[in-house]
């Protein structure tokens, strides 16, 4: 073995340089106190342990929903990357789309006046269906109705029902009346039909817990009635 | 590892002893190596910068503004690029932000100019930091304020859109030149970005990237 140095060199001032360090730079990793394991970075990262491929097949089942095949999918690895990003995705269709439709059907084009509202009641309305309505039916139905559905598995569930209103809504842009409403309910239909079916083993068991299909029905046709009378609303100039 | 290091102001050097850790050989000998290491610093800036005059330092930091535009906007993927984004700074990002959030809300069009400023303003810096934590959720190894500095640094190509904007008020010119900087933007924050995340997961993290410089050039089309 080479010695580059013995182990008591001098400095130039005299100083034993290994005995009488005189900057230590030490590099070791700090233990991280866990005093909140919910607020960390890496409590998350388990959530987005998934690849484009899973990806593609969950929104795959999500519009494939009649197919009972949401749980082989998942498997024991729900996410949170496909409700964040489908819901953002949701509220750029809708600010962009809903103006445009409004824009399409007005005649004086060069006095257009373009609702920004419409960027924050999409927010509000869509973050609380993608992630608050879910998490409350969660809760309940894992600490009330004892379900073997952990919170964050319904919370996927829910923001991949809403991945077919990313092609709904754009279909929604033609501004003709009776092309949204059926537009609307295809959208619906498909929501619905993939909550229901992917919690109907849960729901077979007693009475109490086939009523939880109330709410999830219910919050859908208000979505889309949202949908329909504030964002795609038509206002047709009124023949004098 | 430590190492320890020795000012030796004589010949504005520095020496020190890097400690790696002991290590077991074959026939059981604790063996620790020490190298003597010696740092020779040419250029050290005697002066602080409190002496020299505010416009020496303004003019430092545009110019470090103006390196890193290049950086990030010529995409050629050198080494030099991504060893000079390695020093990021914020002040590049709330220029071209403030500029954004001014330029659309003082066009025209609109009658909400505040209500304009304060969305533009708080989109780009929630959705940076959005984006990056994305990134850093799917196992990317990106410094999080060094992504937010390229995003914000991307954000230029946008800002000479709406400047373009507020002159031409034709709106198939408009519409070309915005998706013309949309792209641009696009193509270098992608660049920069997909360098530090795995294969199978790169679509994940640079669709949010998509989706930011899609919002933000909406509304310099519309604006």
């Known amino acids: 073995m080479q010695n580059f140095g013995s182990n008591n060199d001098l400095d130039e001032k005299g100083h034993v340089m290994t005995d009488q360090p005189k900057i230590k730079v030490k590099f070791e990793p700090k233990p991280k106190p866990s005093t909140c394991p919910i607020c960390t970075v890496e409590y998350y990262q388990q959530f987005f342990d998934i690849e484009q491929r899973d990806v593609y097949m969950r929104i795959r089942c999500s519009l494939l929903s009649w197919k009972p095949e949401f749980y082989q999918c998942v498997g024991k690895n729900p996410d949170l990357w496909g409700p964040l990003w489908i819901s953002t995705t949701i509220i750029f269709i809708l600010f962009a789309g809903g103006n445009l439709s409004r824009f399409l059907l007005e005649e004086d084009k060069r006095h257009f006046k373009y609702e920004y509202n419409y960027m924050y009641v999409a927010v509000l309305v869509v973050y609380a269906m993608a992630f608050i309505i879910p998490i409350i039916l969660g809760v309940i139905m894992k600490y009330i109705l004892k379900s073997e559905l952990g919170v964050f598995e319904i919370v996927c569930m829910y923001g991949y029902s809403l991945s077919v209103y990313m092609f709904v809504l754009i279909l929604c842009i033609i501004p003709y009346n009776e092309a949204q409403w059926f537009f609307l309910m295809c959208g619906l239909a498909n929501s619905t039909i993939f909550l229901l079916v992917n919690l109907w083993d849960f729901m077979k068991k007693n009475k109490q817990t086939t009523l939880i299909a109330v709410p999830i029905i219910s919050f859908n046709v208000a979505l889309i009635l949202c949908f329909k009378f504030y964002f795609f609303r038509l206002i047709y100039a009124v023949d004098d | ?223």
């Open chain 2, 1 to 223: 590892m430590e190492f320890e290091v020795q000012e030796n102001q004589g010949n504005n050097s520095i020496q020190g002893i890097i400690n790696l850790q002991p290590q077991v050989n074959q026939v059981n000998q604790v063996q620790s190596q020490q190298q003597e290491i010696q740092i020779k610093q040419t250029d050290i800036q005697v002066s602080s910068t409190l002496e020299e005059s505010v416009a020496v330092t303004l003019l430092r930091d545009l110019r470090q503004i103006g390196v890193k535009l290049r950086c990030v906007l010529v995409p050629t993927m050198s080494t030099d690029n991504a060893r000079e984004l390695r020093n990021w700074d914020l002040w590049g990002p709330l220029v071209f932000c403030l500029m954004l959030a001014l330029t659309l809300s003082l066009s025209g069009n609109n009658d909400d100019g505040p209500g304009i400023f304060a969305t533009i303003f708080v989109l780009i810096w929630v959705g940076s930091f959005v984006v990056t934590l994305n990134a850093q959720l799917l196992g990317g190894k990106v410094s999080f304020f060094q992504s937010v500095c390229v995003l914000g640094y991307c954000v230029f190509p946008i800002n000479l859109g709406a400047l373009f904007t507020l002159f031409f008020q034709f709106f198939y010119l408009k519409m070309f030149l915005v998706i013309g900087c949309f792209l641009w933007s696009t193509y270098s924050a992608v660049g920069f970005m997909k360098l530090l995340i795995p294969e199978q997961k790169r679509i994940l993290a640079l669709y949010p990237v998509i989706l930011f410089y899609l919002f933000l050039s909406w509304f310099a089309l519309i604006v």
